[in-house]
């Protein structure tokens, strides 16, 4: 043992004291005693022998406190470490603490275990990329689920749409033509028109500032003229804004015409010309059609698709107003009937939109001409193409050769 504690002493002198205190006691007892000591004194190694006996347990008995005064103060010293660190050695009779052990035992603590740490941290990298991936699973699953919902709703919508009732196209309806005027600067104006004629741009400007103010058939003609074929691509955007104005059913073929100018300002008037046009366009295609001239559809059918009109009107088929849905059922019509499907099987092939496609079959359906029939089974026999898509194609088919069945 290094050292005793305090209380350890205090403990031993006490029982040292005790026991002192027996043996002087037992010397000094009464003279009624005395038979009894002088017996005791005869047998003296009786007398040493429980002198010895009350001594070793008392001895035991301190050296027990000692040692669960020990313990207790280990356990302290232990939980109080910094604070008895701070403390005065001298005082309780210990050894100073030693510094640099002390610095050292505190590293070693605060220091992470590296191999412990790394483990953490792929445990921990592991239930984030697990957690993601999971979060990605559920992500596309739920895209797919929502797609799949979409196409469904647009499937059933599809069914609901005008387009389907679209049989047949029916015949243009008629219109009251302007009346041809003999007004003496009216046909003066006709005359100064003309670029032949008159090559000054500002003469035949004011000749169409007058032309304008006459809604007659042969002052139509002359602006027709002027949008078609002037030299000046300012006087024929002029001359197409004054036609619109007119919104007379005779000025549609020209600015539809106009829509293929090589220069964007004329194309540009013409094509706000036609979307300020307040009759029917259905029934202008139609009418086309209804002519019978191969040259002037062709003609109308390039120029709508170089305008970018015939796109637009792809989209215009599944459009749940009845009007703006006829009308672009009119003008594949008459697509069809001019010859010019190649932007209709290019939409056909690329279009995301299954409805459209499915809208465009059914134009084919409906205005059969044997001319698309090897076109038609070049789609079908598409390898990109959907099993709903090669269906409608095949039904499509099916019903010229229907067609072709009966006529033989």
Same mark, same amino acid.
């Given at each position: 043992?290094?050292y005793?504690? #305090?209380?350890?002493y ?5 029982? !040292?004291?005790l ?20 017996a005791?004194?005869?047998s ?9 006996i009350? %001594?070793?347990?008392g001895?035991?008995?301190a050296?027990? %406190?000692?040692q669960?005064?020990k313990? &207790?103060a $280990?356990?302290?010293e =232990?939980q109080?470490?910094?604070? =008895?660190y ?11 603490v030693?510094?640099e052990?002390?610095?050292e ?16 941290f792929?445990?921990?990298k592991s239930?984030v &990329?697990? @957690?993601e ?13 929502t797609?799949t %919902?979409? /196409?469904k ?7 609901? #749409?005008?387009?389907?009732s679209f049989?047949q196209?029916?015949? !243009?309806?008629? %219109? ?6 003999d ?10 028109a ?5 090559e000054?741009?500002?003469v035949r /400007?004011?000749?169409?500032r007058? #032309?304008?103010a ?5 002052s ?12 000046s691509? =300012? ?6 804004a ?17 829509c293929?100018d090589?220069?964007? *300002? ?7 010309g +036609?979307?300020?046009?307040s009759?029917?366009?259905?029934? @202008? ?5 209804e002519a ?7 003609q109308?059918a390039?120029?709508a698709?170089?305008?970018?009109f015939?796109e637009?009107?792809? /989209?215009?088929l ?6 703006v849905?006829y009308?672009?059922?009119?003008l594949?019509?008459?697509? $069809?009937k ?6 209709l ?8 939109? +299954? ?7 059914h ?7 044997q001319?698309?029939l090897p076109? +038609?089974h ?9 099993? *709903? $898509? ?6 499509t088919?099916s019903?010229?050769?229907e067609?072709n !069945?009966?006529n033989?």
């Open positions: 043992m290094k005793l504690d #305090l209380s350890v205090r403990t031993i002198a006490i029982l !040292a004291s026991s002192l205190f027996a043996l002087d006691a037992i010397s000094q007892t009464p003279a009624q005693n005395q038979a009894a000591l002088e005791a004194a005869d003296g190694a009786s007398l040493w022998f429980t002198m010895f009350i %001594f070793a347990g001895l035991a008995l050296i027990l %406190f000692w669960k005064s313990k &207790g $280990i356990t302290y =232990n109080n470490r910094y604070a =008895n701070y403390s005065n050695s001298d005082d309780d009779g210990r050894d100073d030693d510094a052990k002390e610095m035992w505190l590293r070693k603590v605060k220091k992470p275990n590296a191999k412990i740490a790394k483990l953490r792929d445990i921990k239930e &990329g697990r @957690a991936a999971n979060a990605k699973k559920a992500a596309d699953h739920a895209k797919t689920n797609k %919902f979409q /196409e709703m647009r499937k059933l919508q599809y069914a609901q #749409l005008p387009i389907n049989t196209l029916a015949n !243009a309806k008629s %219109f009251r033509p302007l009346p041809v005027l007004d003496a600067s009216l046909l003066n104006a006709i005359e100064q003309s670029d032949e004629y008159e000054d741009e500002a /400007e004011i000749a169409l007058v #032309l304008a006459f809604k007659a058939q042969n139509v003609e002359a602006v027709a003229q002027i949008a078609l074929y002037d030299l691509a =300012n006087l024929r955007s002029k001359a197409v004054t036609l619109a104005e007119f919104d007379h059913e005779s000025v549609f073929e020209t600015i539809l015409l106009a293929a090589p220069t964007r *300002e004329v194309r540009a008037a013409a094509a706000r +036609l979307f300020r046009l009759f029917d366009r259905a029934h @202008a295609w139609k009418r086309l059609i019978d001239d191969d040259y002037r559809m062709t109308a390039r120029a698709i170089e305008s970018g015939v637009k009107s792809f /989209e215009r599944i459009h749940d107003d009845v009007k849905a009308e672009a059922f009119a594949c019509a008459m697509l $069809i001019a010859g010019e499907t190649n932007e099987f290019e939409t056909l092939k690329k279009h995301n939109d +299954l409805r459209v496609k499915f809208a465009l079959l134009v084919l359906s409906v205005h059969k001409d001319r698309v076109e +038609l070049k789609f079908s026999a598409l390898k990109s193409l959907s099993s *709903e $898509i090669v269906e409608r194609a095949r039904n088919i019903a010229y050769e067609v !069945a009966w033989k």
